[in-house]
Nanobody, 120 residues
Framework: QVQLVESGGGLVQAGGSLRLSCAAS????????MGWSRQAPGKQRELVAVTISNGSTDYGDSVKGRFTISRDNAKNTVYLEMNSLKPEDTAVYYC??????????????WGQGTQVTVSS
């Protein structure tokens, strides 16, 4: 069973910074991509950032220039550095990983979510 364990959420004032971490564990062949999505109350889940195995990254428009995603392949861990936080960044942040269980078979797994609250 693949597990994703997130940490680093919390309460921060507007303009502040937080760093989220997500470690993947369990039986898998390799990780294709890892990323973060978020869901605010009453809103749909949206992409925050993703990094794939070749090192390329992509960001949601609302976080470009403020958030940075990085990955430690040796530790199967992805990080999200969040700077210049705004109240509208308040949401539950979910880690996800697209994991190969075999050479051709892959599946997306999700973490339990971590709350980020930005006060004005």
């Amino acid at each position: 069973q693949v597990q994703l364990v997130e940490s680093g959420g919390g309460l921060v004032q507007a303009g502040g910074s937080l760093r989220l971490s997500c470690a993947a564990s369990g039986p898998f062949f390799k990780i294709k991509s890892m990323g973060w999505s978020r869901q605010a109350p009453g809103k749909q889940r949206e992409l925050v950032a993703v990094t794939i195995s070749n090192g390329s990254t992509d960001y949601g428009d609302s976080v470009k220039g403020r958030f940075t995603i990085s990955r430690d392949n040796a530790k199967n861990t992805v990080y999200l550095e969040m700077n210049s936080l705004k109240p509208e960044d308040t949401a539950v942040y979910y880690c996800n990983a697209d994991v190969f269980s075999g050479i051709l078979t892959h599946q997306i797994h999700w973490g339990q979510g971590t709350q980020v609250t930005v006060s004005s």
